[in-house]
């Protein structure tokens, strides 16, 4: 019985020679594959918690500046997030917050270059509509109204439509195009949500446009069809 048991086991263990034999070095790669995976993806999680803390520790020392005031420094700060933290959202609201200051500060060149930056680096659509929107204001407000157009025929996310064309609304009217100003506002006035704040200014332009918004989009009735002009 114990002769008949080792034969056994030596058939076993042969079976397992020949089996490791063949495939052994294809485990051993793809043990080495997956643990290696595995390593590298806690390599990588690291290297993110860790290149957030010190965009987050530099996005600090921008905010801190601005509030003291401090263009020189803020600009020398953004400038170092940028080439060291560049894709991080601290980056990001880092560019629009400097961009603020050098509006605030009347340096409009400084301003539209951060805004590009962020409108075209972003990796975020919110941090970009956000930029792109502000960056037409700065063009407005110089008159450039044609580059101001462009930034928003862009891609905006949906939640941004009524702001977009409340902004463009505002260029054609400072150009003169009434008729393509109240399509505009009309349509900011209807995306807009009743308690919006921000409603109640587009009432505003439109009432200078002549358009009474309370009869926007109105139910067509027999009366009103009946009323209207041939």
């Known amino acids: ?50 290149q957030a803390a010190q965009a987050a520790a530099m996005y600090d020392e921008v905010e801190r500046a601005a509030q003291a005031g401090d263009s020189a420094r803020v600009e020398r700060a953004f400038s170092d997030m940028k080439d060291k933290f560049g894709r991080t959202t601290y980056a990001q609201q880092a560019g629009l917050l400097t961009a603020a ?38 063009l407005m407000e110089a008159k450039a109204y044609d580059e101001a157009l462009k930034q928003l025929a862009a891609d905006f996310p949906r939640e941004f439509a009524p702001m977009v064309a409340d902004r463009r609304g505002d260029i054609y009217n400072l150009q003169g195009k009434k008729a393509e100003a109240r399509t505009e506002y009309e349509k900011a006035y209807k995306g807009l ?36 002009k041939p």
């Open 1 to 50: 019985m114990a002769k008949q048991l080792d034969l056994e086991e030596q058939e076993q263990l042969a079976e397992i020679k020949h089996f490791w034999n063949e495939y052994g070095n294809l485990i051993t790669w793809a043990m080495i594959v997956v643990f290696g995976s595995i390593a590298a993806w806690n390599g990588w999680q690291y290297w993110q918690r860790t």
């Open 193 to 228: 949500d009743e308690r919006a704040e921000y409603r109640r200014l587009v009432e505003v332009k439109l009432s200078a446009l002549g358009v009474d918004p309370k009869q926007l989009g109105a139910p067509v009735t027999p009366a009103t069809v009946a009323g209207a």
């Open 101 to 138: 200051m050098m509006e605030d500060k009347g340096n409009t060149e400084a301003a539209k270059t951060t805004l590009g930056w962020v409108a075209e680096k972003a990796s975020d659509e919110g941090y970009q509509a956000v930029a792109r929107l502000r960056l037409a204001s700065v």
